[in-house]
Every structure is written in structure tokens, then in C-alpha cells.
């Protein structure tokens, strides 16, 4: 019964070749969130989608796109990764944006770049 | 702007004994305040969280938290660990925005 589901769990891609990490939810909430957490820090917002809305971090590279196509998907595009993009990559999400609300985390996709 | 300060990277902790992980904020509004688990190559399980009401939380693996507004500080104990909690614990804000403020990490090492 997982709620929050990634994929893949490992992902190698080439340097600057894109890549597409995938997010799905079966909990019908409205926001979707992508972090990003480097190795022994703590995890980095890069955008979220409340609905349709998309909202970009503001130090978020270009490089990072992404796509909500409906409530339950959501993906990341790296256009053309680099090496410090090797990172783990996670999906979350929330019923609505208040502070108190819960965010539900998928187990993460690791990227490794070669 | 809010920011979240974890004062230990890494507790290394005998299996039974006690255990208390800190943590800081910096907020100039009211803010919510969540302990997060992360065990290797996992994603992130909301451990406990403190919205409003008693300043001690608990959570059903042992775990309680105390929200210290004049201390700033939300600092997480057990009295008695298990190999098992061995893992990274994050602690975070957030206000109304929706954005989760992440603490840099402590990794609870619990040796046998």
C-alpha cells in the first residue's frame, strides 16, 4: 500500500544526457514536491506544484525541469545532467500548502552520473 | 527567512542507553516543527511533529520531542535505544508556506 512511489530507485545516466525520474501518488493530494539531497546533507527544495501551479526555488538551476501531467504524476527532467547532480532525488507530498501539514516522502531515486 | 541548526552530525550511542538529538530553529513567525527518520537509501517517515498544544510529543517507537519556544530548540530523546533506530534524523520547519526547512542531519550510530 505505498502511497508515494518512485522510479526508478537507481538511475545511471551519461553526462549530459537527459534523464526523467518519475513520481506517482495514490493519496489525491494536491501538492507535489521534488528535493534534492546530496550525500550527508540535508535535503534541498527544488520545486513544487500546488495543483497545476508550478513554483520554482528561486536558485534552482535551469537545468532542472518539471511536469504534472495529472493529480497523480509528477517527473523531473535533468535536461543535461552533470556530476554534481549525482544526488538522491525526493518526491513528496502534501494535502494543501499549510505548515502543519503532513508530507508524505517516496523512497527516493538515486542518480549517479558517469 | 527560517533556518534550522541539528548541533551533532553524528551520536554514536550504546544499544539501551539513552539518547537525545538536538535541534535549533530561527523563525520570526510561528512555526511548525517535524522530526524526520531516514534509514540508508530510503525516503524520508515523519517521526513526530509539534503543531500546537502540549509541548511534548511522542511518537509510537519510544521517541518524544519538547518544543521550547524561549529555547528556540526541538530536541528529540529516547530513554533507551535499539539497534534498529540506527539512521539519519532530520529536523525541519516549516510556517505557512508548505516549504519544509531541513536541519543539516544527525546520524544516530547505535552500537551493540
Known amino acids: 500500500d505505498a502511497m508515494v512511489i518512485q522510479n526508478p530507485r537507481y538511475q545511471v545516466t551519461q553526462f549530459g544526457k537527459p534523464v526523467t525520474l518519475s513520481c506517482s501518488q495514490t493519496?489525491?493530494?494536491?501538492?507535489m514536491y521534488w528535493y534534492q539531497q546530496k550525500s550527508s546533507q540535508a535535503p534541498k527544495l527544488l520545486f513544487h506544484?500546488?495543483?497545476?501551479?508550478?513554483?520554482n526555488e528561486a536558485d534552482t538551476p535551469d537545468n532542472f525541469q518539471s511536469r504534472r501531467p495529472n493529480t497523480s504524476f509528477c517527473f523531473l527532467d535533468i535536461r543535461s545532467p552533470g556530476l554534481g547532480d549525482a544526488a538522491m532525488y525526493l518526491c513528496?507530498?502534501?494535502?494543501?500548502?499549510?505548515?502543519?501539514?503532513?508530507?508524505?516522502f517516496g523512497q527516493g531515486t538515486r542518480l549517479t552520473v558517469v | 527567512a527560517q533556518s534550522v541548526t541539528q548541533l551533532d552530525s553524528q551520536v554514536p550511542v550504546f544499544e539501551e542507553a539513552p539518547v537525545e538529538l538536538r535541534c535549533n530553529y530561527s523563525s520570526s513567525v510561528s512555526v511548525y516543527l517535524f522530526w524526520y527518520v531516514q534509514y540508508p537509501n530510503q525516503g524520508l517517515q515523519l517521526l513526530l511533529k509539534?503543531?500546537?498544544?502540549?509541548?511534548l510529543v511522542e511518537s509510537i517507537n519510544g521517541f518524544e520531542a519538547e518544543f521550547n519556544k524561549s529555547q528556540t530548540s526541538f530536541h528529540l530523546r529516547k530513554p533507551s535505544v535499539h539497534i534498529s533506530d540506527t539512521a539519519e534524523y532530520f529536523c525541519a520547519v516549516n510556517s505557512n508556506t508548505g516549504k519544509l526547512i531541513f536541519g543539516q542531519g544527525t546520524t544516530l550510530q547505535v552500537k551493540p
Open positions: 513528496a507530498t502534501s494535502r494543501d500548502l499549510g505548515g502543519a501539514t503532513e508530507a508524505f
Open positions: 493519496l489525491n493530494h494536491n501538492v
Open positions: 506544484y500546488y495543483d497545476k501551479d508550478f513554483n
Open positions: 509539534y503543531l500546537s498544544g502540549s509541548t
